[in-house]
């Protein structure tokens, strides 16, 4: 099968001395990054892609560097939600469920190597998933034109909120703030200015860089200067780890738990709309209704654990397939890594895999990788990463802005971009503050130039005619699940959010009797 | 009431969008539908969210009191004068204020700020100018 000899070259790719260092290095930053309160996944690429840009690190390297920081982070992203129940991001947010009663009876350790385990496991089946599935969709994107771009784009943004989503309107107006920003600048067609009020530094339009750093790192800042008083006091005390290496007889009891959420994650993450978050709710709940006998879930029981943290990883792999065959994101999450793409100046779809394709097999084959070094790092040196907790955000947090501007500064050289910045900092603050989700607004500025592009080629083909956008039962089936994707969460959003939010509220005894 | 705010502001922000659109100047050479068409669409779909605020607002989010968004104002504006002061003092010395501004409003004594300012910068110094050959800001002293 041409699948393996594809995946073979991405290995001879990926297992160059250079490569590897890259991969071990991005684990180990990644998942230190990960563990540091305030910065999760998307935070800590965010900081990271300009660096690697102004390094001048050719496009595979810098993937390779990049995706191991991210897949380090959610490995990393679990320390924080058992040892201290404060969930890193989203999905992270079931582990805490049976992670902290864990840790709590001194089994912190055990807790720590079974979810590092059914990460592996999860992360490990997604990505050969990933390899079979994404060729497969490859085909199908061959087959759209500008006017099913458009369509996808439209339903990438009517979907992104998710089936929790709280205010689909916020979301909307978060999209189309995004695609405001994208929108600055030359437009490419005509020459034109377009909303640049005259000032010579937009002409290139707002790097989606700025807005990414801005947004993500720095509201993070403005965050923590918001409520420091209350985030000191967490970190007095001391955690007892406990013993670090799982039971054989742990391993087999947690497999078939992992298998189920692994599969379930997976789709979850494939399908637009769902993303991680659900995977490992889908996963939880599940695994809760089918093994749970004897109402040990929510007090620490170790496939408590693994369920959420195998459907979380194995999401996040599906989430890939949807971003590197058609080039549109399904989850907040994988925009931030068609950030580090856009970013090599690499433009993920169809053609990726068939003009670049020592990127994609050279990617996938850097995520098997990253995955067994993870399993390695993480068993024996969880120790190291729980020390990275008991850094004060005090001092955590200027480091981080100022890496950001060093980022900044390092792409562009120019004061302006700075400000910029800044700006957007504040910006992320108060969208934040009233609810207003982040990732739409960052997916616009990414994805706006494409959709406008995708528009007017449509229309310029049709010589005006805007029936072709709906010309096509492919776009008609595109159109119909966006209009669903977007609907669908006003009315059955409330009740799918309280069940998840619920673990979390209630006190762990009353949960058992869902 | 916040959410009807943001609404307003929306609406305005929209219906600035659409006149700074509506003055594009058109090229000659320009394609079927020119370069207005999807700013205009994308102010309908940001105007019609932010009527939706106005009407249907969320519960008030918690804001900070005063001091606090004093505070949030002080660190951007920091923030800003670091963005014009670095090609000026250059990198390290920026910083190091910079930084322990910042350390010392989440809760550093003075001291410890100024000790973790100089830290800060000297550790990014070495790491991405010296070990990575980054370009940093160069001051009159040359770092």
Partial sequence: MDVFASLSDGFLIALSWENLMFALLGCFLGTIMGALPGLGPSNGVAILIPLA?????????ALILLTSV?????????????????????????TCLDGYPMAQAGRAGEALAISGIASFVGAFIATWGLVFLAPQLVKVALLFGPAEYFALFTLAFATLGGLSSKNQAKSAFAAALGLAFATVGMDDQTGVA????????????????????GMFALSEVFIFLEHHKASDLKHVEPIKIGRITPSWAMIKYCTPTMLRATGLGFIAGVLPGAGASLG?????????????????????????????EAGNNAAAGGA???????GVPGSGTTAVLLAVLLAMNITPGPLLFTQNPDVVWGLIAALFIGNVMLLILNIPMVGLFTRVLLIPPRVLMPIVAMISFVGIYGVSGSTFDLMVMVIFGVLGWALRKLDVPL???????????????????????????????????????????????FVFPIVFGPMLRARMHAGRATDPKDLTDE | MSDRIFGAIGLAIALIYVWQASTIEESFMSDVIGPKLFPYLIATV?????????????EEPVWPGFGKLFEIIMAAVVMLFYAQLLPVLGFVISTIFATAYLSWRLGSTPIMSLVSGVLTAFGIYTVFRLILGLSLARGPLGF
């Fill in chain 1, 53 to 61: 840009f102004t390094l001048g690190l050719a496009p595979t390297p």
């Fill in chain 1, 70 to 94: 991210y897949y380090g982070a959610m490995y990393g992203g679990r320390v924080s939600s058992i040892l201290l129940n404060i969930p890193g991001d989203e999905p992270a947010l079931m």
């Fill in chain 1, 194 to 213: 377009r909303f640049t009020f005259g000032e010579v530094h937009l002409f290139d339009g707002i790097d989606f860089l700025v807005v990414i750093v």
């Fill in chain 1, 280 to 308: 490992s709710f889908i996963a939880y709940s599940m695994e809760k209704r089918l093994v749970d006998k004897k109402g040990t879930f929510g007090k620490g029981d170790p496939r408590g654990v693994a369920a959420p």
């Fill in chain 1, 320 to 326: 890939l397939v949807p971003m590197l065959a058609l």
């Fill in chain 1, 439 to 485: 990732v739409p607004v960052v997916l616009g500025t990414l994805l706006g130039y494409a959709m406008e592009v995708n528009l007017r080629r449509a229309l310029t083909i049709s010589d005006g005619d805007y029936g072709v956008l709906v010309g096509s039962p492919l776009a008609i089936g595109l159109w119909t699940v966006a209009i669903l994707g």
């Fill in chain 2, 46 to 58: 940001m105007g019609l969210a932010s009527l939706f605020f106005m009407l249907r607002p969320d």
